[in-house]
C-alpha cells in the first residue's frame, strides 16, 4: 500500500541532497509513513575534487568523476535513511553545467561555453519537465522540495532544478500540495558561525562577511529539527569525500565543521529551514506536511 504521506526532494548535484536537506531527509525516512524520494539532476562531474589522489578523476583528467560520485552518494542515501532515488531522465542524461564566480561573494553563473548535455542549457527546459512530471505522477507527492529561485547562491543547475520543480508543481496542483525551497536564514547562520570564530585547529578559512548565502529570518516558513539526525548528516557528508571535508575538533567532540573545495568552514546546523511558496508572512510550521489532510 502506498504511504500515507509522500515527499520529493528534487537537486541538481550528488552532495546538494546532503549539504541542504539531508537531516530533513534523514527525519522523514525513518517514518513509515512516510515514501520519500531524492531526485538528482546530474551526476556532478564539474565538481572540484578535493583528495589529491583523485584528482585525477575531474573533467580536465579522466573525465570520471561523476561515475565516482554515484558511488558516494549511494553511500550517502544509505546513511540518511535509504530513501528512494531517481536520476533524472535517467542516469547521466544531463551532466552538471559548472559555474563560474560572478559578482560579491559566492555567487555563480552560467559558463559561457556548455557541454551538449549540460542541465542548465536553455533548450532542453521542456524534456526535463516531462522527466520529472512522469515522476510526479508516479509517486503522487504532496510535498516538493528544492531550491530558490537563485539557487541559494547562483549556480545555474540549482536555478534550473528550482524552474522544473516549480513548474512541475504549478502543472500539478492536485496532486502537488506544497513547494517548499531549502534555505539558511541569518540569525541561524551567524549563529553557527560564531561557534567556528577563533576555535583552535580548525583547518578551514573562517568564512567572511557573505561568504556563505542566506536569507532574512522572516522569509522563513519552515524550520525543522534535525538535531536527531546528525549523525546520519556527518556521516553522509563523509560519503561525499571528493566534495566535503569534515572536522570533528577533538577538544570539543560534539562540534563538526565542514567546507567544499573552497576550504572556508561551515557550521553544522541542528535545524534545516525552508521558503513554502506562497505562504502568507508570518507563518511558523514544524513539519512540512502541516495541514495536509492524510
Known amino acids: 500500500m502506498p504511504a500515507d504521506r509522500r515527499l520529493l526532494f ?3 548535484h550528488p552532495d546538494d541532497e546532503t549539504l541542504t536537506t539531508g537531516g530533513t531527509i534523514a527525519r522523514y525516512a ?8 531524492v531526485v538528482t539532476a546530474t551526476l556532478g562531474e564539474e565538481g572540484e575534487v578535493i583528495p589529491p589522489e583523485l584528482a585525477g578523476l575531474a573533467p580536465g583528467g579522466a573525465d570520471q568523476l561523476g561515475g565516482y560520485r554515484i558511488g558516494e552518494l549511494a553511500v550517502a542515501l544509505e546513511a540518511l535513511g535509504s530513501p528512494r532515488h531517481r536520476f533524472l531522465g535517467g542516469t547521466g542524461r544531463w551532466r552538471d553545467s559548472g559555474m ?3 559578482g560579491h561573494g559566492t555567487r555563480a553563473a552560467l559558463p559561457p561555453q ?3 548535455r549540460a542541465f542548465a542549457a536553455p ?3 521542456g524534456a526535463q519537465l516531462a522527466q520529472l512530471l512522469e515522476i510526479v505522477d508516479e509517486l503522487r507527492p504532496q510535498v516538493l522540495v528544492s531550491y530558490a529561485d537563485d539557487g541559494g547562491y ?4 540549482h536555478v534550473r532544478a528550482h524552474e522544473i520543480a516549480a513548474a512541475a508543481a504549478a502543472a500539478r496542483p492536485d496532486v502537488v500540495a506544497k513547494l517548499y525551497y531549502a534555505v539558511r536564514s541569518r540569525s541561524e547562520l551567524d549563529a553557527g558561525i560564531a561557534g567556528l570564530v577563533g576555535r583552535t585547529g580548525l583547518p578551514f578559512t573562517e568564512p567572511g562577511p557573505d561568504a556563505l548565502p542566506s536569507v532574512t529570518d522572516a522569509e522563513v516558513s519552515t524550520r525543522i529539527d534535525v538535531s536527531a539526525q546528525r549523525a546520519a548528516r556527518i556521516a553522509a557528508m563523509r560519503a561525499h569525500a571528493t566534495q566535503i ?3 570533528a575538533d577533538p577538544a570539543d567532540p560534539g562540534f563538526v565543521a565542514y567546507a567544499m573545495s573552497n576550504e572556508v568552514a561551515q557550521p553544522l546546523i541542528g535545524v534545516e529551514e525552508f521558503v513554502l511558496a506562497g505562504a502568507d508572512p508570518g507563518r511558523a510550521e514544524a513539519d512540512l506536511f502541516e495541514g495536509i489532510a492524510p
Open 245 to 247: 571535508s569534515v572536522w
Open 30 to 37: 525513518a517514518d513509515p509513513g512516510t515514501d520519500v524520494t
Open 154 to 157: 547562483g549556480h545555474p543547475d
Open 114 to 116: 556548455l557541454h551538449p
Open 100 to 102: 563560474v564566480l560572478a
Open 123 to 125: 533548450e532542453p527546459f
Open 10 to 12: 528534487v537537486h541538481a
